[in-house]
């Protein structure tokens, strides 16, 4: 049985060896992540080109943990049922790629998935407002999106503390739990910070597989992650 944390660390394949994935989400999840994030971008609303559906059907028997898909796609509503069919448990998107933000989410959790938006660095955050109902997850990307190994965006900090305001007054109000994930440049020198603003799930690409040892990584940012919390007990 896997351990349930109260923060979740979410690899991001992206930046595994591609030619052994299968072999690769198997170790990083035995080394301790919690999610697999899953990145689909398609050359039109990013500038640049990965993996679809077909490759979340074929990673999904090599794990038990929560596929965390990641549409940088436009439109999306026509790939979701095809997500959601290929085993992923959470489908984020973009809310400059939906015609009707609503109906997507909508859509999403039609098909049995967890339901999510995504903010780019220059997105505002009142896309949210009217659809937090609809949302378990708001990712905030601390980088632009279309290339992994970029730097975190410092300014993120402060867009962190006010998602966290929204979604605490939100659930305060007796709303459902909303989980508040980052997303672009995540390292063990900076995850204690990200935290302390109030992420609760990081998304982690090359600082994870970009080493030898992912488990020896994954225990540093949770030794890292407890920091953040010591520091600021109170906003999370």
Not at 53 to 64: D, N, S
Not at 160 to 180: E, H, K, T, V, Y
């Amino acid at each position: 049985m896997s351990i349930q944390h109260v923060t979740r660390i979410a690899p991001s394949i992206l930046s595994a060896d591609f030619a052994r994935l299968g072999e690769e989400v198997r170790d990083v999840v035995q080394a301790g992540a919690d999610w697999i994030h899953f990145d689909v971008m398609d050359n039109h609303y990013v500038p640049n080109l990965t993996i679809g559906p077909m490759v979340c059907e074929a990673i999904r028997p090599h794990t038990t943990a929560p596929i965390d898909v990641h549409l940088m796609c436009e439109p999306v509503d026509s790939l979701i049922p095809m997500f959601a069919k290929a085993g992923a448990n959470i489908i984020t998107f973009h809310p400059e790629a939906s015609r009707h933000i609503d109906r997507s989410l909508g859509l999403i959790r039609d098909h049995g998935c967890q339901a999510g938006l995504v903010f780019n660095p220059g997105t505002p955050l009142a896309f949210m407002d009217h659809v937090m109902d609809k949302l378990d997850v708001v990712l905030l990307m601390s980088v632009n999106p279309g290339f992994g190994g970029q730097s975190f965006i410092p300014n993120t900090l402060d867009k962190l503390r006010q998602a966290r305001a929204r979604i605490n007054q939100w659930q305060n109000a007796g709303g459902q739990p909303i989980l508040l994930e980052v997303d672009g440049g995540v390292k063990i020198d900076n995850i204690a910070q990200i935290r302390a603003a109030g992420a609760d799930t990081f998304v982690a690409g090359s600082a994870i597989f970009g080493q030898t040892d992912y488990a020896s990584i994954i225990a540093q940012m949770r030794r890292e992650i407890a920091k953040g919390e010591a520091a600021s007990a109170t906003s999370l």
